[in-house]
C-alpha cells in the first residue's frame, strides 16, 4: 500500500516561491515514479514534473521548464516540488502521485495524495 502526504501549499504574490513535500510510504515495486501534478477548477489534471525513486532521473513539463525543480530525499522518503517565479495560472490544486512506471500520465497513478492548494495572487 502506497500512502502519500502533501505540505507546503498556501498563498504567494506572483513571482515568489513556494516549496511542496510529500512523504512517501510505499513498497519498493510500487512508487519507480513519483511525480507532481495540478488540477485548476474546470480543468484536467495535468502533469507538472516526475522523478524516478531510484534513477533520480526527472522529467517537468514544458509549461514549467526553469521554474519548478522536483527532488526527492531517498533517506527521508520525501519528494520536493520548488516553484519559483510563480504566476497567477499556477493556481490550482498539487498532487503527488506514484506509479510502478515512469510515465507522466495522471491515469497511469493508482496512489495519490489528498492535495494541497496553491493560490498566486496578482
Known amino acids: 500500500q502506497v500512502q502519500l502526504v502533501e505540505s507546503g501549499g498556501g498563498l504567494v504574490q506572483a513571482g515568489g516561491s513556494l516549496r511542496l513535500s510529500c512523504t512517501v510510504s510505499?513498497?519498493?515495486?510500487?512508487?519507480?515514479?513519483v511525480g507532481w501534478f495540478r488540477q485548476a477548477p474546470g480543468k484536467e489534471r495535468e502533469f507538472v514534473a516526475r522523478?524516478?525513486?531510484?534513477?533520480?532521473?526527472?522529467v517537468s513539463a514544458d509549461s514549467v521548464k526553469g521554474r519548478f525543480f522536483i527532488s526527492r530525499d531517498f533517506a527521508s522518503k520525501t519528494l520536493y516540488l520548488q516553484m519559483n517565479s510563480l504566476k497567477p495560472e499556477d493556481t490550482s490544486v498539487y498532487y503527488c502521485?506514484?506509479?510502478?512506471?515512469?510515465?507522466?500520465?495522471?491515469?497511469?497513478?493508482?496512489?495519490w495524495g489528498q492535495g494541497t492548494q496553491v493560490t498566486v495572487s496578482s
Open positions: 502521485a506514484a506509479s510502478s512506471r515512469f510515465t507522466s500520465l495522471p491515469r497511469e497513478y493508482p496512489y
Open positions: 510505499t513498497r519498493t515495486d510500487e512508487a519507480y515514479s
Open positions: 522523478v524516478g525513486w531510484y534513477s533520480g532521473d526527472a
